[in-house]
Nanobody, 117 residues
Framework: QVQLVESGGGLVQPGGSLTLSCAAS????????KGWYRQAPGKQRELVAE???????NYADSVKGRFTISIDNVKNTVYLQMNSLEPADTAVYYC???????????WGQGTQVTVSS
């Protein structure tokens, strides 16, 4: 059974930084996309950043230049480094692992990020 566990959320002032982690337990086989999503109150869940099965990195326009997604394959952990945080970044952040061919689609439980002075 695969589980994705996010950590690193919290309260930060505007302009601050946070690093989110998504640790995967269990074996995940095959090429997959590793993604970070977020959902703010009253809004739909949206893609923030991803590393595709082919290794490309994609970012939402709103976070380009501020957020960086990375992976430690030894630890099987995906990170989201968030800099220059803004109140609009306040949301619950979720990580996701989706297989290239649709055989699995795992989500974490989410971690709250609040940007406020």
């Amino acid at each position: 059974q695969v589980q994705l566990v996010e950590s690193g959320g919290g309260l930060v002032q505007p302009g601050g930084s946070l690093t989110l982690s998504c640790a995967a337990s269990g074996s995940i086989f095959g090429a997959n996309t590793k993604g970070w999503y977020r959902q703010a109150p009253g809004k739909q869940r949206e893609l923030v950043a991803e590393i595709t099965a082919g290794g490309s990195r994609n970012y939402a326009d709103s976070v380009k230049g501020r957020f960086t997604i990375s992976i430690d394959n030894v630890k099987n952990t995906v990170y989201l480094q968030m800099n220059s945080l803004e109140p609009a970044d306040t949301a619950v952040y979720y990580c996701r692992r989706k297989s290239r061919y649709g055989s699995y689609d795992y989500w974490g439980q989410g971690t709250q990020v609040t940007v406020s002075s």
